[in-house]
Every structure is written in C-alpha cells, then in structure tokens.
Nanobody, 129 residues
Framework: QVQLVESGGGVVQPGRSLRVSCVGSGRTFSAYAVGWFRQAPGKEREFLAVMSWTGTTLYYGDSAKGRFTISRDNDKNTVYLQMNSLKPEDTAVYYC??????????????????????WGQGTQVTVSS
C-alpha cells in the first residue's frame, strides 16, 4: 500500500523561499501522480500542482503558477514543491496526495481533491515577519 509523508514546513519571512517534500512508499508508487494541495483555516483545500512519475503529467493550479515549482526525484521516491516569493496568504497546511493514474482518463481530474486516493498528514507553512 502506498503511503505519503510530507516534511519541510516551518515559519518563513515574506519574500523568502521554502521547499516542502513528500516521500512515497509502496511498490506501486510509480503508478501514482502526486499532487500538492493546501488548506488555510476556514478555507477549502486548494489544488496547487500535480506531476506523474515520468513527468508527462504536469499541471499547475492558478495559485501556484509563476512562484511554485513541482519536481520529482524518482530515485528517492520524493516529490518536492519549491515555493518562492512567499506571501502571508500562502500560510496553510500543505498536503501531498496520490492519484492512481491507470484509473484516470484525460486531464479534467487534476484539480479535484476527491480524485486523489491517498493523502499525507500535511505540513504547516507559516509566512510571517
């Protein structure tokens, strides 16, 4: 069974950068696209980016375009989210999630949290001076 564990959150000043990581385990991990979401207090969980094992699936949500970059190190079973020029409104719990690609069709599912089968526990990112 595939499991995901996030790390790398913390407190960072506005304008600085931070990289969060998501380590996957399980022998079928390569069949999963891994996405990043975030959830701020009182708000809906928001899609940021998704990437497949091969990189052929790669998509960003509007909130992530221009400042955030998703990448994947398959040797380490790790997916990263590099966040630059952070703002206080980026404060949230950041989650990675896995979607089993053989069960997906097209691209309409990318930003829909219900389409993801496995979730990590989340890591808190706080942007504050």
């Amino acid at each position: 069974q595939v499991q995901l564990v996030e790390s790398g959150g913390g407190v960072v000043q506005p304008g600085r950068s931070l990289r969060v990581s998501c380590v996957g385990s399980g022998r079928t991990f390569s069949a999963y696209a891994v996405g990043w979401f975030r959830q701020a207090p009182g708000k809906e969980r928001e899609f940021l980016a998704v990437m497949s094992w091969t990189g052929t699936t790669l998509y960003y949500g509007d909130s992530a375009k221009g400042r955030f970059t998703i990448s994947r190190d398959n040797d380490k079973n790790t997916v990263y989210l590099q966040m630059n020029s952070l703002k206080p409104e980026d404060t949230a719990v950041y989650y990675c999630a896995g979607a089993f690609l053989p069960a997906k069709d097209g691209s309409s599912w990318y930003g829909i949290k219900e389409e993801y089968d496995i979730w990590g526990q989340g890591t808190q990112v706080t942007v504050s001076s």
